[in-house]
């Protein structure tokens, strides 16, 4: 199957267009500043890209840099997704939702792109790739991988490592079917690698609780707009105690709190899809399931920093979202001078 290959490079731009055009390619995953504050420096990167199926595949350069995904991002580019860094040459400082990182090259980073982060990083070169998260969710459980890290040298690490440089420099010459199994096996063996060493995230102990919260979050996601959403509807729709339903939702800040943060999610989503550009705000928040504008718009610049009306705004610029890679593959054409055949 003949993949092709999207290169992109500030080489090709002009020195006082640099930090800008890095900023606009690095921006689905993190707005990116430069650490040197000497006037001549300069953002400097570069990216080979493929997609296939479900992932995106990579090898990026770069100088220092450093990076803050925060939850504006997160909610306009609308990935789900993990980005797999192996670190082929500079380290990663930072802090991933009060995770310390610390990356040295050989190792292998896993950051989840539903959740914040800041970090740093050194001159130095990535094997990169976006995997959707049902796969690994599928086969990992509810374990927090969130800047995670396979250290270098260790048996699996290495193993590894050796399958994804063998998946990169064989991407875009395989079979379709070929390239089916090579993407089942890295999933497999990046689960595997991760299982035996990523921690638990907080969830109901028991299966029965587990089983129960997700039947409860797939409703709240489904009836957001009904303004009867709450505690005293869940108990009696479920069957369940008002005591139990707390109970599974404690460590998630509680069931209303739950249900409040999704609301406006799906109300920042609404927002940032071009595609409602001409829809009134408090129709979206209505949407969401929001009848009190002043209590909604004090929500929402509390959960992302910015007012609706800026939401939308930065909405009106961008591509509709239509999901996962199909974003990235149009985002980094748009970016790259030239699309080369492998």
Same mark, same amino acid.
């Given at each position: 199957?003949?993949?092709?290959?999207?290169f992109i490079s500030t080489d090709a731009i002009e020195p006082a267009l640099r930090d800008e055009y890095w900023r606009e390619v690095t921006r689905p995953f993190c707005e990116t500043s430069r650490i040197s504050a000497a006037d001549t420096a300069t953002l400097e990167g570069s990216m080979r890209l493929r997609h296939l199926g479900g992932l995106t595949l990579g090898s990026t350069t770069f100088n220092a840099q450093r990076y803050k995904r925060d939850k504006p991002t997160i909610a306009r580019s609308g990935l789900d997704h993990y980005l797999v860094h192996v670190l082929t040459a500079g380290s990663i400082h930072g802090d991933f939702d009060g995770r310390n990182l610390v990356a040295a090259p050989g190792g292998i980073c896993i950051i989840d792109l539903a959740r914040p982060y800041e970090c740093k990083v050194d001159a130095g070169e990535r094997l990169a790739m976006t995997i959707p998260r049902a796969g690994i969710d599928k086969l990992l459980g509810q374990r927090d991988v969130h800047g995670f890290v396979l250290p270098a040298g260790q048996p699996m690490t290495r193993m590894l490592v050796d399958y994804l440089c063998g998946f990169h420099a064989v991407a875009g010459q395989l079979s379709a079917s070929e390239d089916i199994a090579a993407q089942d096996a890295?999933?497999?063996? &990046? *689960?595997?690698?991760?299982?035996?060493?990523? $921690?638990?995230?907080?969830?109901?102990k028991s299966l029965l609780g587990q089983a129960l919260r997700a039947r409860v979050l797939a409703y709240i996601d489904n009836h957001l707009s009904d303004p009867a959403l709450g505690p005293d509807l869940?108990?009696?729709?479920?069957?369940?105690?008002?005591?139990?339903?707390?109970?599974?939702?404690?460590?998630?800040?509680?069931?209303?709190?739950?249900?409040?943060?999704?609301r406006l999610d799906a109300a920042y989503a609404r927002l940032v899809d071009a595609r409602n550009s001409t829809r009134p705000v408090n129709q979206a928040a209505a949407d969401a399931g929001f009848r009190d504008m002043r209590r909604f718009r004090k929500a929402f610049l509390l959960r992302f920093g910015v007012t609706p009306e800026d939401?939308?705004?930065?909405?009106?610029?961008?591509?509709?979202?239509?999901?996962?890679?199909?974003? &990235? *593959?149009?985002?980094?054409?748009?970016?790259? $001078?030239?699309?080369?055949?492998?």
């Open positions: 199957m003949n993949c092709p290959e999207t890295l999933v497999t063996l &990046l *689960s595997a690698g991760l299982s035996n060493a990523a $921690p638990i995230q907080d969830e109901p869940l108990t009696q729709r479920f069957r369940v105690s008002r005591a139990h339903l707390y109970r599974i939702f404690s460590d998630l800040g509680g069931v209303t709190h739950t249900i409040k943060t999704r939401a939308r705004e930065w909405g009106s610029a961008v591509l509709p979202p239509v999901g996962g890679n199909n974003v &990235l *593959s149009r985002h980094f054409a748009a970016h790259s $001078p030239t699309l080369r055949a492998a």
